[in-house]
Every structure is written in structure tokens, then in C-alpha cells.
């Protein structure tokens, strides 16, 4: 047997091991959707919608023609050739839709988060927070005042997110990168993905507590 016809499975199925692992260490329990969830967030806008049942129909077209031309026309082909026009599909409207909405995107102004009077940011660090599925990357915000998130331009959801520090009733950590962050009036918990996701959150449920006049002098001194 050639060796590249077992190399190259072999290959493939240890990057699906690593991606695997990576996922798990990264967000513990939550692998699967914030793993899966950004992908179906993706795949169901409508532009790429579009953009997917244009590249599967011309998909379809080119290889079935070229199927029946050859006399390949059997039921089984035709299920694996239609398979193949919708993952090839796919392709094409990433291809075609992407560059479009970047450049649309970069003429776009950024996103601000706006403090409130008298309010003093702390800190910000890079971070992502999901909404809807979309795993959005910007600034993960502490204020005096408020925990939230400023994301950057290239992202679908434009919204900036914020919650209270005595509104934030608890939180977990999952894998080595997610806080959870549950807070009073909301459903779901929140996600922020974080260096350091155990010491951001003992950190607010420190400041909390405190009065607001005295939080600024207290994360600085623990910084």
C-alpha cells in the first residue's frame, strides 16, 4: 500500500485529535458549543446563505453534467456528487462573501463603550464574548462601576455588552480560558473568554462588595 494513502487519513485524524483537545482544554464543558455554536451562528446569515446556494447550484451543475457525460449516473454517484456541490458551496460563499464584508467592515466606525458620569475604567484585556452563537473578539472592560465588553469592528454583532458589579451574583470557570458569569435578571449566564478567567472573576466579586468610591484604589492596589 502507498504510504501517502495512510499518511494523509492518519493526518487528518490527528488534526481533529489536536482540535479536539485544544477545544476541551480551552472551554471544558462548553467544547461542544463554543465550538459548534460560532459555526452555525456563520452559516445561517443570510449573505452566506445566498452566497451557499449559488456555489452549490453551479457546483452541482458542473460536476452532475460532468457525471452524466461520463456515463456516472447512477443513484449512488448522484448522492455523492450532490454531497460534494453543497460542501463546495459552502467554500465559495466564504470566498465570495468574506472579502465584501470585510472591506464594508473596515470603513465602518468602531464600536465605543460608553461611560456613564462619573465612571473610571480600571482595566481592559483582550477578550471574546459570545452572543447568539457569534464568539466576538474586542475588549473585555472593569470599570468602577461595570463589568462589559467592547467588540471590534470585524464582528456581525456590533452591540457592546455591559452588566453591574452587584448585579453579578456568581461565577464559574470552565477549561483554562472561560468565565461564566451569571448575573441578576438575566436567563443565561454570560461568556468571556480571558487569560486569566479564575482571578478576573474573584476580582469581581471583590469589587462588589466594596463601596463604589473606594473600588478604583482597590483593584489598583491588588493589580
Given at each position: 500500500m502507498d504510504s501517502s494513502n495512510v499518511a494523509q487519513p492518519l493526518m487528518f485524524v490527528g488534526?481533529?485529535?489536536?482540535?479536539?483537545?485544544?477545544?476541551?482544554?480551552?472551554?471544558?464543558?462548553?467544547?461542544?458549543?463554543a465550538a459548534f455554536g460560532p459555526i452555525v451562528f456563520l452559516v445561517t446569515r443570510t449573505p452566506v446563505l445566498v452566497g451557499w446556494g449559488i456555489g452549490a447550484a453551479v457546483m452541482a451543475d458542473l460536476l452532475l453534467s460532468g457525471a452524466a457525460h461520463r456515463?456516472?449516473?447512477?443513484?449512488?454517484?448522484?448522492?455523492?456528487?450532490?454531497?460534494l456541490s453543497i460542501f463546495c458551496?459552502?467554500?465559495f460563499a466564504a470566498l465570495g462573501v468574506a472579502p465584501i464584508?470585510?472591506?464594508?467592515?473596515?470603513?465602518?466606525?468602531?464600536?465605543?463603550?460608553?461611560?456613564?458620569p462619573g465612571e473610571v475604567l480600571?482595566?481592559?484585556?483582550?477578550?471574546?464574548?459570545?452572543?447568539n452563537g457569534e464568539a466576538r473578539g474586542g475588549r473585555a472592560l472593569?470599570?468602577?462601576r461595570r463589568v462589559g465588553f467592547r467588540p471590534h469592528r470585524f464582528n456581525v454583532q456590533l452591540d457592546t455588552w455591559s452588566a453591574r458589579l452587584e448585579d453579578i451574583e456568581s461565577f464559574e470557570v470552565e477549561g483554562a480560558r472561560f468565565l461564566v458569569l451569571k448575573t441578576a435578571g438575566s436567563e443565561a449566564p454570560t461568556w468571556?473568554?480571558?487569560m486569566n478567567p479564575q482571578a478576573v472573576g474573584e476580582r469581581l466579586l471583590e469589587l462588589a462588595k466594596l463601596p463604589k468610591r473606594d473600588r478604583t484604589e482597590e483593584w489598583e492596589a491588588r493589580a
Amino acid at each position: 500500500m502507498d504510504s501517502s494513502n495512510v499518511a494523509q487519513p492518519l493526518m487528518f485524524v490527528g488534526f481533529l485529535a489536536t482540535l479536539f483537545w485544544t477545544m476541551r482544554w480551552a472551554a471544558g464543558r462548553l467544547a461542544p458549543s463554543a465550538a459548534f455554536g460560532p459555526i452555525v451562528f456563520l452559516v445561517t446569515r443570510t449573505p452566506v446563505l445566498v452566497g451557499w446556494g449559488i456555489g452549490a447550484a453551479v457546483m452541482a451543475d458542473l460536476l452532475l453534467s460532468g457525471a452524466a457525460h461520463r456515463g456516472r449516473s447512477s443513484l449512488a454517484d448522484l448522492w455523492i456528487l450532490s454531497g460534494l456541490s453543497i460542501f463546495c458551496g459552502l467554500g465559495f460563499a466564504a470566498l465570495g462573501v468574506a472579502p465584501i464584508w470585510a472591506v464594508r467592515q473596515a470603513f465602518m466606525p468602531a464600536p465605543t463603550f460608553a461611560l456613564e458620569p462619573g465612571e473610571v475604567l480600571i482595566e481592559e484585556v483582550a477578550a471574546n464574548h459570545f452572543l447568539n452563537g457569534e464568539a466576538r473578539g474586542g475588549r473585555a472592560l472593569i470599570t468602577n462601576r461595570r463589568v462589559g465588553f467592547r467588540p471590534h469592528r470585524f464582528n456581525v454583532q456590533l452591540d457592546t455588552w455591559s452588566a453591574r458589579l452587584e448585579d453579578i451574583e456568581s461565577f464559574e470557570v470552565e477549561g483554562a480560558r472561560f468565565l461564566v458569569l451569571k448575573t441578576a435578571g438575566s436567563e443565561a449566564p454570560t461568556w468571556l473568554v480571558l487569560m486569566n478567567p479564575q482571578a478576573v472573576g474573584e476580582r469581581l466579586l471583590e469589587l462588589a462588595k466594596l463601596p463604589k468610591r473606594d473600588r478604583t484604589e482597590e483593584w489598583e492596589a491588588r493589580a
